[in-house]
Antibody, heavy 121, light 107 residues
Framework: QVQLVQSGAEVKKPGASVKVSCKAS????????VSWVRQAPGHGLEWLGW????????NYAQRLQGRLTMTTDTSTTTAYMELRRLRSDDTAVYYC??????????????WGQGTLVTVSS | DIQMTQSPSSLSASVGDRVTITCRAS??????LNWYQQRPGKAPKLLIY???SLQPGVPSRFSGSGSGTEFTLTISSLQPEDFATYYC?????????FGGGTKVEIK
C-alpha cells in the first residue's frame, strides 16, 4: 500500500537547523510530487512547499524562502525537508504528503505520520 | 495570498444528523478546492478533491460542491467516526492555503 514514513521527533535550539526525512513506498515515486505541511500546537495547517519527485522543481511558501530547502533522493524514494535558523514559532508537527501534482502542487494523499519539531533553548 | 474562510469554526451534532460546512475563498479558484478530515493526534486524510470528486475509499455520505468562491462539504448522516476537524484547501495558486478548520463535536 502507498505509505510515507517520516523520521522521528527532534528537539533543537533556536538558530539551529533540522532535516526531516520522508520515506515513500508502494507507488512510483517519480510520478508524483511531495508537499510539506506543518501544524503548530493547537493550530491549523500551513503549507510549506512542494517538490517534484520527477525533476526536482520546487515551490516554497514565500514567508519561508531562504530558510527552507526540499530535496528528493530517487534512489531511495525519500524526500527531505530542511529548515534553518529555527525560531520558537517553528515548533510544530511537520507532515510530508504525496502530492498528485508532478509539475505543480495540488492535493495530498496520503500523508506521513508527522514529525514533531520542538524549538527551545 | 488567497484567504480561505470556513464556517462555522465548530459545531455540535448528533449521530444521524446532516452536516454542512462552508468554505469561502477571497478570490475565485474555479474548482481547485480540496477537503481533509483530521482526527485528534492523527494526520489529515483526503476526502474530496477538485471540489466534488470523492477520494476512493471515502464513504459516500461525504460530498462536496461549489465553484468560484463558495464551496460546501456535506455529511449526509453523521457517524461516530466522523467527529473530527475538517479543513478546506485551495490549489488554484501558490502558496496553497487552508481554511482555519471546522471542529465537529458530539452533541
Amino acid at each position: 500500500q502507498v505509505q510515507l514514513v517520516q523520521s522521528g521527533a527532534e528537539v533543537k535550539k533556536p538558530g539551529a537547523s533540522v532535516k526531516v526525512s520522508c520515506k515513500a513506498s508502494g507507488y512510483t515515486f517519480t510520478d508524483y510530487g511531495v508537499s510539506w505541511v506543518r501544524q503548530a500546537p493547537g493550530h491549523g495547517l500551513e503549507w510549506l512547499g512542494w517538490i517534484s519527485a520527477h525533476n526536482g522543481n520546487t515551490n516554497y511558501a514565500q514567508r519561508l524562502q531562504g530558510r527552507l530547502t526540499m530535496t528528493t533522493d530517487t534512489s531511495t524514494t525519500t524526500a527531505y525537508m530542511e529548515l534553518r535558523r529555527l525560531r520558537s514559532d517553528d515548533t510544530a508537527v511537520y507532515y510530508c504528503a504525496r502530492d498528485i501534482g508532478s509539475s505543480w502542487p495540488n492535493w495530498f494523499d496520503p500523508w506521513g505520520q508527522g514529525t514533531l519539531v520542538t524549538v527551545s533553548s | 495570498d488567497i484567504q480561505m474562510t470556513q464556517s462555522p469554526s465548530s459545531l455540535s451534532a448528533s449521530v444521524g444528523d446532516r452536516v454542512t460546512i462552508t468554505c469561502r475563498a477571497s478570490q475565485g479558484i474555479t474548482s481547485h478546492l480540496n477537503w481533509y478530515q483530521q482526527r485528534p493526534g492523527k494526520a489529515p486524510k483526503l476526502l474530496i478533491y477538485a471540489a466534488f470528486s470523492l477520494q476512493p475509499g471515502v464513504p459516500s455520505r461525504f460530498s462536496g460542491s461549489g465553484s468560484g468562491t463558495e464551496f460546501t462539504l456535506t455529511i449526509s448522516s453523521l457517524q461516530p467516526e466522523d467527529f473530527a476537524t475538517y479543513y478546506c484547501q485551495q490549489a488554484y495558486t501558490t502558496p496553497l492555503t487552508f481554511g482555519g478548520g471546522t471542529k465537529v463535536e458530539i452533541k
